[in-house]
């Protein structure tokens, strides 16, 4: 006997439907424009790249690399990888493409799925969605930092997220009189209070003692605000240009605030991290995080080069977004073509393409209903008027358009129609 079990969307993946997906169009088209205004363009890089070139980027004992990526074999035998992120995507393309020689910096934006193997919840998929920003190239000027957080702010703003927090850190570089140094000063700290800490902690004095820093453990909380702040730590030209990234953002009306804790989880961060926090989304609360990755590019094989970004979880913003009641209704129409009789399909037909045409969204039943049953159609779908077309008003070339809201109706030419649901469209819109 033949299987009949069903199939089922993959866990940790879903389908996105209506009404829900015109919040997506209406997000992704508001980055394109947000974007578009602060002179980024778009750029599609494929979903599978070589394994290596995260291993590189990312680094290969970070959780994304070392336990989440889906790989497999390719025929060559190459390993090949679905992105986790796409920082690493832009600056291999950024390579491959020579655009060193373009006029610096440049500034692009993607948007569209990733894929880690995390343990689905909500909030957290395996197959979830990025609209991230990349600007490579020229200088490290702070005011490029602050320019960053301001077009991703204003973002929020546009789309109707304001109720969110900006936390920044800077987590200095790699030059031994900074980063290093601190991480031997927290190392030092760490194996003092070891036995206090969990598991994971443990293990992370020795692996990455910085993402300790990252612990939501209820009972490490208090230990942790007792070790050595990097703040305290950075050499003199990191906290120059930290206190720069301050003074920018504040020129820009940009509310931050500090947080010292914020180390992120993938390799190449130097300078600036941050990470925006919504409301309502329990443990999974980031909506945003990004940071300066100087030398990314270089490690890549490419030129020294600058380079700073961010990636939004757009999931979990458009969770936000339905939890503060700013979800998508149900799309209705505008016109429901209730006809009967073979001389009024024709018509009703043409009506439809006419009024399409025109920009209106239609419904045109592919059988005959009696207009009872049509209306209660019209009704169920959401729609804003009735056309009633019988052989009658065919023959008197006078159509019926009823509003459903209070059951009025009109008789009307098909050049009235037009004129007038024109009219209404512009008084609704
Ligand atoms: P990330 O912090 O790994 O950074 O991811 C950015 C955002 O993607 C997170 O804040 C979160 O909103 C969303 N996200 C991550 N994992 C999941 C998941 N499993 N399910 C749902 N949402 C998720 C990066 O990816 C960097 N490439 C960002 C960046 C760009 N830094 C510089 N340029």
Sequence with gaps: MANKSKFQAIRGTRDLLPPETALWNRVEE?????????????IRPPIFEPTELFARAVGGDSDIV???????EDRDESSISLRPEATASVCRAYIEHGMAQLPQPVKLYYMGPMFRRE??????????????????GGSDAPGIDAEVIEMVMTFFDRVGLSDVELDINSIGHNAPDCRPAYVQKLKAALEQVKDKLGADSQRRIESNPLRVLDSKLEHEQAIIATLPRIADHLCAECTAHCAAV??????????????????????Y???????????????????????????????????PTKGIGFAIGEDRLILSLQEI???????GRDVYVAWMGERAYATAVRAAK????????????????????????ADKLGSRYALILG??????GSWTLKTLADGTQQKLTETELLEFLRGRKNLSS
Aim: aromatic fraction near 12%; charge should be positive; proline fraction near 4%.
């Design 325 to 331: 009641g700013k979800g998508a209704a149900p799309q």
């Design 66 to 72: 070392s336990k989440e990526m889906y790989s497999f």
């Design 354 to 377: 006419d009024l399409r045409n025109a920009g209106f969204s239609v419904e045109l039943p592919p059988t005959e209903l009696k207009f009872g049953k049509a209306l209660e159609r």
């Design 269 to 303: 961060y130097m300078r600036t991290t941050f990470e925006i926090t919504a409301k309502g989304l329990g443990s999974q609360n980031a909506v945003c995080g990004g940071g300066r990755y100087d030398g990314l590019v270089e490690l890549l094989g490419g030129p």
């Design 246 to 267: 301050k003074r920018q953002l504040e020129l820009r009306g940009v509310f931050f605030k500090e947080n010292w804790r914020l180390v992120r989880g993938l390799d």
């Design 391 to 396: 052989d009658n008003e065919v023959a008197e």
């Design 119 to 136: 343990r689905p919840q909500k909030g957290r998929y395996r197959q979830f969605y990025q609209i991230g920003a990349e600007v490579l």
């Design 30 to 42: 508001t980055a394109h424009e947000v974007f578009g205004t602060f002179g980024f363009g778009e």
